[in-house]
DNA sequence: TCTCGCTTTTTGGTATGACCAAACTTATAA
DNA sequence: TTATAAGTTTGGTCATACCAAAAAGCGAGA
């Protein structure tokens, strides 16, 4: 309708400011309301404009924010894909500005140390109230840990493997988003270290430790156990590559 | 320069993709060195198109990007502001992510389990190595908690202001931030509760027992305090005015 | 001299229309 | 049936134009 409306926009931009704001809130709703399926690829950027009653400046500009947002995936040629979000990808948002704090003084560490008192909370919750399940899945980690310990790649999965289920144990989906976020953060500062079997080993008793205390149902053990374990992998990183400054 | 260059772009898009990354990249790393004066307002878009040589369509998508990261703060029609990434701005970009999360099946729930989860953490770690200065955060804290109790908007404030001397205990800049997130996300959640001076007392009393379990160094004492008071929290919540789907 | 209100001048928000190159489709030849 | 070539979208950019709200000047009055 209209074929001769200029700056006077049509009928979306009802209120204030950026009709892109109107454009970014409808396909949102869109999204999470399932309108827009999962993992589906967007409309052509000609189809929303006309849906939408928009130029394409508007379109794209809210699609850029959405992307950068994580409700939808574009790679540079494609067309976007509809991603429902969830804990992971809120987390995966704000991956970059984290990766710039980490970047300054302290970050690393900072970051690191919450990592160290998260866990030392959820170890103790598993020593509280680990489920017979639960049990079995931190057996079966730290068995697979076990085996794992002379190919050091290996070994660093089924660790972080062996923390994750911690992270499980709450039932609370938050909790392994954070681990998510930990592992995509703090790996590029692990994987440069050094791995060895001994090494390996000196971390698979640590996790021993750790799930014997849990078994046990003795909160302060296993906090204990985690601390040292944490710590001590700490310091072997920091002693080995960076000055102090992480 | 060359004014008849079209579609093929200048000297910008020297690699992939969008030329649109390219800028962002750069004026990121600009923000982040501070070479962009931190709260100073970005440079006029046809500034920056000639800058970069690009075409404002790209500038645009750039600024749009870098402002729903939160290195930007743009207003609808206003000059955008840098913003000098900090935790906080990292937990509020995720905000919108957040909220849709919140209103899915239990997401209120998981959240606010969360938050009981870390104070739990938080409370014990003030019992074990509070300092000095910090029991006299707490006790300022405290004591404001106390004489607003009569005023439930007043309290309201000196109940969150209390709880985030807890989250500043660690010197962890990444608590407070976390902080902040639980009170945006809660907030509304609670706002509509009716409070009343009984209340606000009944509140106030767990404060102090967390208060005195603190500076008894009793991290099970000040985490069972904690405990009650969040639990009880929740559940009046829950009981006032949701059914039981947070 | 300082302030308030009125012009200009900027500057953000949008719309159009074009064009290119890479994706995607479809028809065609092997 | 399959490999391939031709044709058609569709995302990425650029250039230009216009509007309205900000911001910056400016000049009269306190």
Do not use: C
């Amino acid at each position: 309708m209209s074929g001769s409306d200029h700056g006077t926009h049509g009928s979306v931009a009802v209120q204030s400011g950026r009709a892109a704001d109107t454009v970014i809130a409808e396909l949102e709703q869109q999204i999470v309301t399932g309108a827009l399926e999962n993992n589906a690829p967007l409309p052509a950027e000609r189809n929303l404009m006309e849906q939408f009653n928009a130029s394409r400046t508007v379109i794209r500009e809210a699609i850029a924010t959405l992307s950068s947002r994580g409700l939808i995936e574009s790679k540079p040629r494609y067309r976007p894909i509809v991603r429902k979000p969830d804990y992971v990808t809120a987390l995966t948002a704000v991956g970059g500005i984290v990766r710039h704090l980490l970047s300054e003084h302290g970050g690393v560490k900072n970051l690191y140390d919450s990592r160290v008192f998260i866990e030392r909370a959820l170890v103790r919750e598993a020593a509280l109230s680990a489920q017979k399940d639960d049990i079995g899945l931190l057996r079966q980690a730290l068995a697979e840990n076990e085996s794992a310990i002379s190919d050091s790649d290996a070994f660093y999965a089924t660790d972080t493997a062996f923390h994750g289920v911690l992270y499980r144990i709450p039932k609370n989906p938050i909790f392994p988003a954070i681990h998510e976020g930990y592992k995509s953060w703090l790996a590029p500062h692990w994987e440069k270290m050094l791995r060895s079997p001994e090494r390996n080993l000196v971390n698979f008793k640590s996790h021993e430790a750790i799930f014997t205390a849990i078994v046990e149902r003795d909160p302060d053990a296993a906090e204990e156990a985690l601390v040292n374990h944490l710590k001590a992998a700490w310091e072997y990183v920091r002693v080995t590559f960076d000055t102090d400054q992480l």
